[in-house]
Structure formats: structure tokens, C-alpha cells
């Protein structure tokens, strides 16, 4: 052997990262199964069974290429790579460089040789090449951008269907009633069995764990919800878990889809004319501009971004977000018990309920942050933190978005079937039956009404909370909810 290839358990793909170019019969391929990994923490056991599971199919898919693999358990990845130094003395270990700044500084520690991490469609540096050119760093202009450089949905220079952007046609409520077609189900082997023993699991079958059932996942999205991902991507229903998401993120994540894929399967179906343009552009948005855009954030902004708490939010953990009997807000219940279920739901209740709460209670944002990436399956380092601290909590003082996403029940409302069985009333903002989103808005703009003043984008918010004539009735229920819901009888 003459080199080691160390593959982190979300560089699982043949064509890039470190294994583009690997040779069987100079390149020993080490995997490290780490006690940190699957013992440090409250993770979620569906995020575990799925990230240990594909990477073990993964190193058994090398083997059966003809590839050397050494899969080890240790306590700590470092620990791990120090036994495979120890065993070939003298060989470089290489490595793609990794999805976040702690393994990046462990791994360098090693000796590690790092090569291009080319699991996104924008390099690094041509990342920070824009930015640095920004004023406010807008997802939308980046996204023009990639539109053009990549030459994605274009009519020469011109967008497709004539407009960069189809949102006003994609904010639907969800419709009465929706069945919507069905979801796939995974079917489980030994390897699967197996590790699920290990955890001490009951398998379930929503989340592939090899390669082709991830691009089974694909043409099952492509097949089956792309053409009507658009209208319904904000829509939020008890009847369909996932209503039309493409529901990749986990395997665009552990390497098992690259992006690219993606693209190109979803380019062709819209070439073929069978896709609108507001479904097409709605995904496609997501996958090149949101995705990208996250993860250049992610390193442009450095390492300490994450313990930014800007708006001096020290509220603990509410016990409603383990355990949804502790809340009688239907919204929060249903959400909780689908994270509990499938650890996934789809962005807007990422965003709108889960990040809309912490905000509007004002939860420790790393409190918050530490519980978002301990039960999403598909939560990675790079990923969570721009989107949690930035977009969702506001604790980065608007670098990275220009507002907060704070809402009261009226949205929720608007965009879900929550609210009807809910004990709640969303357009009540005091009193006993009063949606807690409802008083807590208001109750998070009056708290932070001196530096949201500053803020143009929020001057309709605050001249609407200055002719509110219910204020100190409001903040004394605001109160009594935040009370309740540290008690867990809101
Ligand atoms: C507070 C918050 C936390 C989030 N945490 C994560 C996370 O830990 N991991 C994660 O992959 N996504 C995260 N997202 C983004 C998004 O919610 C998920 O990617 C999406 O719900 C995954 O389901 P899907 O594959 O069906 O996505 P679809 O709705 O089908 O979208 C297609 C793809 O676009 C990408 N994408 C869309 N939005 C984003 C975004 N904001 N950031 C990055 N990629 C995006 C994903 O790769 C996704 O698979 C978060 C969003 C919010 C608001
Ligand atoms: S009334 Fe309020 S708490 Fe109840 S489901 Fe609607 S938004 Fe959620």
C-alpha cells in the first residue's frame, strides 16, 4: 500500500472527495466508527442508524470493487487514524478536506493531507470571492449568479420562464384533505439488522442507507413530486408527513448523492417538458442556491459564528422540544412527534415553528442549536449553523438575513390544518385561549423594539406594535405563557 484514504462518514461517493482516482492496489481505505459519534451525545437513534448504517454499506461496496478497508471502531476519529499510523508506519493519509472547522483542526493535528472538497458545485474560494464583494450577502444574488455560471434554467442570458424567482406562486396552503402519492419504503438487510442491534433500535424503513436506494429516492422524487414540489413547498398538513419534498438532504449530506446528480435528473425532467417552471425553479433554487450559499456562509464566516447570541437570548431549552406531551400547542405536538418519528419535517417547520419559538421565547440559541443537531437526520455541522443561528434565531444581528423570521399564529394558521383542533386561538393575542405564537410575537417585538427600530425592514412591525392598545395586557399574558411553557402546561 502506498497511500491511506481516510473517508469521514459524509464523503460516502466514489466519484469525489478522496476516492476520485483511488487505486485498489496502492490505496488502503480507512473508515473510523467513533465512540463520540455514536455514545457522545443525545443523537437522535434514526440519525445514527442511518449515518452508520450507509457508511457501512459504503466500505462493503469498496471491498466488493476490490478496495483494501479497514472499518474500525475507537473512541475518538483521531484515536482511530493514530492505531492505522501505528499499523503502516510512514504512509500519508489523505483526505478530502472535511464539512467542518472541528474535524478540519483534528484532522490536521493527524498530519492529514487535505484535497479539494469537491461535494459542492462552488468551490470554497469562489465562495468567498463573492462575498467579499457584498455588502449584505443575499441568498438571491448569489443565486443569479450560480444560475448563470453554472448555465442552469437559462434562455441565454435571460432566466428561464422569464423571472429569476416563482415564490408568489409557491406559498399554497396545504388543500383539504391531501393524500398526495405514496412515500418509499427501504427495504432493510444484515447490515441494517445489524446495526440497529447495536443501538438498540427498531428499524424503520423511511430512510435509505446504500447508494442505490438514495438514487431510488431520487427518481421517486422526480417521478412522483417534482412537478408539484412549487405550489405546496411552504404548506404544512397533518394528512402527508412530507406533502411533495424531495426528502435527499440526508444522502446530499453523507456523499451518498452528489449534487450534481440531483441537477441533472431534475434538468432533464424539466426538458422534458412534463415539470412547470415554479416547481423546476422552486427546487432547483433550493439545491444550487440555498444549499451552496449555506454552506459558503458556513466557512466565510468562520468558526466562532456560532456562539453569536446577539440578542442576549438565555432562556433554557424548553421541555416541549423532547417531549410533545409537555405542550398543548397542536402545531409544536405534531411537529415534535414527527421529528420523534422520522427525524426530518420540512423547512417551514424547521423554520416558522421550531426557530419561530426558540426566537420569539427567547432561547439560548446554542441551547437551541445543540437540540437541532442532536434529532435531524440529515443535520451536519456546516449546515445547521448558518441556518439555525442566522436564519432561524437571528443571534448573528442580521449578517446573514436582513430580518428575523418572527411570526404569530396568523402565518401558522394560513399555511397549516394545526390550528382548528388546536386549543389555541391564532388571532387571539390575550387571554387565556390565546396562541402563545400570537402574544409571544408581539411580546419579542416590544423586548427588542429599540434595535429593530435601526432596521428598516422592520419599521411596518414596529408602527404596527406602537397602535397596539392591548400592551401591557399583552406582556402580562406573555408572562404566564412563557411561565407555562416552562412548566409544560401551555
Ligand atoms: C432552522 C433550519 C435548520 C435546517 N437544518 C438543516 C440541516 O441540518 N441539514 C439540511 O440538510 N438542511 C437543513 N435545513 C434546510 C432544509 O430544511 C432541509 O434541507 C430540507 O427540509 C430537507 O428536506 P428535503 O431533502 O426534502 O428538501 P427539499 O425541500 O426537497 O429541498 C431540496 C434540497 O435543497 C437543500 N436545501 C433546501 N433548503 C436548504 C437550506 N436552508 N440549507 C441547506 N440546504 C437546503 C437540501 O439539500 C434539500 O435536500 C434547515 C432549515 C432550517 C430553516
Ligand atoms: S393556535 Fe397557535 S399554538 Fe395552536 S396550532 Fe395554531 S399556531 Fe400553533
Redesign the pocket.
Given at each position: 500500500m502506498k497511500r491511506i484514504i481516510f473517508l469521514p462518514f459524509d464523503h460516502l461517493h466514489q466519484n469525489y472527495g478522496a476516492l476520485k482516482g483511488a487505486d485498489p492496489k496502492s490505496d488502503l481505505i480507512v473508515l473510523v466508527e467513533s465512540a463520540r459519534m455514536t455514545t457522545g451525545r443525545n443523537w437522535h437513534k434514526e440519525r445514527l442508524f442511518f449515518l452508520i448504517s450507509s457508511a457501512r454499506h459504503f466500505a462493503q461496496s469498496l471491498e466488493l470493487e476490490g478496495f483494501t478497508v479497514d472499518y474500525l471502531k475507537a473512541a475518538t476519529t483521531v484515536d482511530g487514524l493514530k492505531s492505522v499510523l501505528k499499523k503502516h508506519k510512514g504512509l500519508p493519509i489523505i483526505c478530502a478536506e472535511p464539512s467542518s472547522f472541528r474535524q478540519f483542526a483534528a484532522l490536521k493535528e493527524c498530519g492529514v493531507e487535505f484535497v479539494d472538497n469537491d461535494f459542492f458545485l462552488t468551490p470554497r474560494p469562489l465562495f468567498k470571492a463573492w462575498a467579499d464583494t457584498q455588502k449584505s450577502y443575499l441568498m438571491e444574488s448569489f443565486y443569479r449568479k450560480q444560475r448563470v455560471r453554472l448555465n442552469i434554467l437559462m434562455d441565454g442570458k435571460e432566466p428561464a420562464g422569464g423571472a429569476w424567482n416563482f415564490d408568489k406562486e409557491n406559498r399554497l396552503p396545504p388543500p383539504k384533505k391531501y393524500d398526495g402519492p405514496k412515500y418509499l419504503e427501504h427495504k432493510r438487510d444484515e447490515i441494517d439488522a445489524q446495526v440497529a442491534k447495536e443501538l438498540g433500535y427498531e428499524m424503520r424503513t423511511t430512510w435509505a442507507t446504500t447508494r442505490q436506494g438514495a438514487l431510488k429516492q431520487l427518481k421517486n422524487?422526480i417521478d412522483n413530486h417534482f412537478g408539484e414540489?412549487g405550489p405546496l413547498?411552504d404548506a404544512m398538513t397533518t394528512d402527508n408527513w412530507?406533502l411533495h419534498?424531495?426528502?435527499?438532504?440526508p444522502y446530499?449530506?453523507n456523499g451518498l448523492l452528489h449534487a450534481s446528480e440531483v441537477i441533472t435528473a431534475a434538468v432533464k425532467a424539466f426538458n422534458g417538458g412534463s415539470i412547470p417552471i415554479e416547481s423546476a425553479e422552486g427546487?432547483i433554487r433550493?439545491?444550487i442556491g440555498?444549499?451552496e450559499y449555506?454552506?459558503g456562509m458556513y466557512w466565510f464566516l468562520g468558526p466562532d459564528y456560532r456562539e453569536n447570541n446577539q440578542l442576549m437570548a438565555n432562556r433554557k431549552l424548553l421541555p416541549l422540544f423532547n417531549e410533545p406531551a409537555a405542550t398543548q400547542m397542536n402545531c409544536i405536538k405534531e411537529t415534535v412527534g414527527d421529528i420523534q418519528e422520522r427525524a426530518?419535517?420540512?423547512?417551514i417547520p424547521?423554520?416558522m415553528l421550531?426557530?419561530n419559538l426558540a426566537l420569539v421565547t427567547g432561547t439560548n440559541p446554542q441551547e437551541f442549536l445543540e437540540w437541532?443537531?442532536e434529532v435531524?437526520i440529515?443535520?451536519?455541522e456546516w449546515?445547521?449553523v448558518p441556518?439555525?443561528i442566522g436564519?432561524?434565531v437571528h443571534a448573528d444581528g442580521g449578517q446573514m438575513m436582513t430580518k428575523p423570521y418572527a411570526a404569530g399564529g396568523a402565518y401558522i394558521s394560513r399555511m397549516s390544518n394545526y390550528c382548528k383542533p388546536c386549543v389555541y386561538n391564532p388571532k387571539l393575542r390575550t387571554g387565556e385561549t390565546a396562541c402563545p405564537f400570537t402574544t409571544l410575537y408581539w411580546d419579542f417585538l416590544d423586548r427588542h423594539k429599540e434595535t429593530f427600530a435601526k432596521n428598516h425592514r422592520m419599521s411596518q412591525q414596529v408602527f404596527g406594535l406602537n397602535r397596539l392598545s392591548d400592551l401591557p395586557e399583552l406582556k402580562i399574558r406573555a408572562k404566564e405563557v412563557l411561565k407555562g411553557l416552562e412548566q409544560g402546561t401551555i
Open positions: 422524487f414540489f413547498e412530507a419534498h424531495s426528502l435527499l438532504s446530499l449530506n427546487f433550493q439545491v440555498w444549499r449555506v454552506n426530518w419535517v420540512h423547512h424547521r423554520l421550531l426557530s437541532m443537531r435531524f440529515d443535520a451536519t449546515v445547521m441556518n439555525v436564519m432561524g
